[in-house]
């Protein structure tokens, strides 16, 4: 019996860590059989791919643990925005990672206000963006005056003389009418807003004494 019941608290600990998610691998050991866990706190981006079932996640829940304490991490489980609309799906990730950098400004980067304002300002322009509709086309019409001073005829025979060969007609005017389409998507602003949005995160990482860098990993 004493062995059955060994066997059952084995079969529940390899079932519940089959699959390493958020908060589930305190007590999971990563075995690095090569440089992986090394490799991965180097601060560069990182592409960790492999089959189903290897051990990525575990590897990235295990190497913040031995992160210098200037070096932060943010889990983001991208399964969540899978069935998210493109480029809505963007949208809803960057304001995911700001809202845990808002979550733990205290904790991290203490009190200063002007990282708060950088923090909420980011956070309202992507909320803009997400109420936008994913394309917009407008029908844009234009109006354009000119004045025109038809029928008229002068030439001067000498200086101080001026002879008319017929009498000018009042100026009239013609109004041509313009129509287009204008169109614009998220994409677009994204793409605009994105050199801005770069000095706004160096501006608040410049702010910070204790936190240096952050890995989003997910």
């Known amino acids: 019996m004493e062995s059955a019941s060994k066997l059952d608290r084995l079969r529940l600990v390899i079932t519940e860590n089959l699959r390493v998610q958020r908060g589930g691998a ?29 051990g990525k996640t575990l590897l990235l829940h295990h190497s913040k643990k031995e992160l210098n304490e200037d070096v932060k991490t943010i889990y983001l489980n991208c399964e969540d925005f899978k069935t998210h609309s493109f ?11 700001f809202g845990e950098l808002q979550s733990n400004l205290s904790g991290w980067f203490g009190k200063k206000k002007k990282s708060r304002n950088i923090i909420g300002e980011i956070r309202s322009q992507l909320n803009e963006l997400r109420k936008q509709a994913d394309e917009r086309v407008e029908d844009v019409r234009e109006a354009i005056i000119t004045e025109t001073n038809d029928g008229v005829g002068m030439k001067t025979l ?36 994105l050199p801005r949005l770069k000095k706004q995160i160096q501006e608040f990482f410049m702010l910070s004494t204790s936190v ?7």
Do not use: M
């Open 212 to 218: 240096k860098a952050v890995f989003i990993s997910n």
């Open 26 to 54: 305190e007590h999971v050991p990563y075995i690095d059989v090569t440089s992986a866990l090394n490799d991965v706190k180097a601060r560069q981006n990182h592409a960790i791919f492999a089959r189903r079932g290897c």
């Open 158 to 193: 000498f200086p101080g003389v001026v002879e008319g060969g017929f009498e000018a007609n009042d100026l009239q005017k013609k109004e041509v009418e313009k129509s287009y389409k204008k169109s614009d998507d998220k994409l677009q602003e994204l793409n605009i807003w």
């Open 87 to 97: 480029p809505n799906v963007l949208i809803e990730i960057l304001d995911a990672v």
